[in-house]
C-alpha cells in the first residue's frame, strides 16, 4: 500500500506559478512510477505528467508540455509537479498517483494508488 497526500494548491492569477507536493508513505517509493493528473467539473480526468521511479523519464499532455515541469526526490518521498505560465482553463483537482510499473503511461487505470486531490484556481 502506498498513501498520497498533495498540497500546495490554491489560488492564482492566470501567468502566475504554483508548485504541487505529494507526499508518499507505506511502500518503497523508489520503485513506483509517479504520475499527475487533474480534473475539471464536468470534464473527465486528464493526464498532466508522469516520471519514472528514479526520475530520469518524464512524460507530459499536449496542453501542459512546456508550462508544466514534473521531478521527484526519492530521498524525501515526494513528487512534484511545477506549473508556471497559468491559465484559466488549468483550473481543476489535481491528484498525485503511483504505478508500479516500469513504463510511463497516460493512463489513470494504469495508476493503483491516489491520492485526495488539490483544487488549483486560475483566474482570469
Known amino acids: 500500500q502506498v498513501q498520497l497526500v498533495e498540497s500546495g494548491g490554491g489560488l492564482v492569477q492566470a501567468g502566475g506559478s504554483l508548485r504541487l507536493s505529494c507526499a508518499a508513505s507505506?511502500?518503497?517509493?523508489?520503485?513506483?512510477?509517479m504520475g499527475w493528473f487533474r480534473q475539471a467539473p464536468g470534464k473527465e480526468r486528464e493526464f498532466v505528467a508522469a516520471?519514472?521511479?528514479?526520475?530520469?523519464?518524464?512524460l507530459y499532455g499536449d496542453s501542459v508540455k512546456g508550462r508544466f515541469t514534473i521531478s521527484r526526490d526519492n530521498a524525501k518521498n515526494t513528487v512534484y509537479l511545477q506549473m508556471n505560465t497559468l491559465k484559466p482553463e488549468d483550473t481543476a483537482v489535481y491528484y498525485c498517483?503511483?504505478?508500479?510499473?516500469?513504463?510511463?503511461?497516460?493512463?489513470?487505470?494504469?495508476?493503483?494508488?491516489w491520492g485526495q486531490g488539490t483544487q488549483v484556481t486560475v483566474s482570469s
Open positions: 498517483a503511483a504505478a508500479l510499473r516500469a513504463s510511463l503511461s497516460r493512463k489513470s487505470t494504469d495508476y493503483a494508488y
Open positions: 507505506g511502500r518503497t517509493f523508489s520503485g513506483y512510477t
Open positions: 516520471i519514472s521511479w528514479m526520475g530520469g523519464i518524464t
